[in-house]
């Protein structure tokens, strides 16, 4: 059999064309000689077998994330805080300012990524999950005394401001992680 659409001739009996996928239609024995001419403008359209089988059953809903604790949000808060005063500190010590800003910037920065390690990358800080509430505690506290100390002294360091609302969401973080605040 030949495919109307295209011309290519069939080899094997299946329903469509293998070259353009048009239905391939067996002739039928005219029942009168009057036969019907075709519009030449006219266009064919032909059904097109589908590619693959459409399943009818739902796919499994899969979470795209998952549950978000308070803590967890309160330690990225912290964390960012403290990369942010971090860089601003380290910019005040390039720009002649004393060590103690060089100093507060790299401990800052450095907390700051650990704080948000904690959360984006647990599985990577496991071997330290065992000392993560103290180091989280010890940086809490740390940012807090050097954050009001650099808010109410002269040449301490710069965003005290930023450092205790640092300090403060680690706590609080780490309360919540320890069930000591609900």
Avoid at 101 to 128: H, K, R, S
Wanted: aromatic letters at 6%; hydrophobic letters at 50%; proline letters at 5%.
């Amino acid at each position: 059999m030949r495919c109307a659409k295209c011309g290519t001739e069939s080899t094997t009996d299946g329903q469509f064309c293998i070259e353009c996928g048009a239905a391939i239609v067996a002739p039928q024995e005219p029942a009168n000689n009057h036969t019907p001419m075709a519009d030449p403008g006219a266009q064919q359209t032909a059904a097109v077998p589908p590619l693959h089988k459409q399943s009818t059953s739902h796919p499994e809903k899969i979470p795209t994330i998952k549950n978000v604790h308070l803590g967890e949000i309160l330690f990225l808060l912290s964390g960012i805080l403290l990369i942010a005063a971090g860089l601003e500190n380290l910019g005040w010590s390039t720009r002649g300012f004393g060590l103690q800003y060089l100093l507060l910037g790299i401990f800052a920065i450095v907390g700051g990524l650990y704080l948000v390690a904690v959360i984006v990358m647990p599985n990577m800080v496991g071997e330290l999950s065992k000392a993560s509430n103290k180091a989280t505690v010890l940086i809490a506290l740390t940012f807090l005394i050097w954050g009001f100390a650099a808010a109410f002294a002269v040449d301490v360091g710069a965003n005290g401001g930023l450092l205790v609302a640092a300090g403060l969401a680690a706590a609080l973080g780490v309360m919540l992680r320890e069930s000591m605040i609900q």
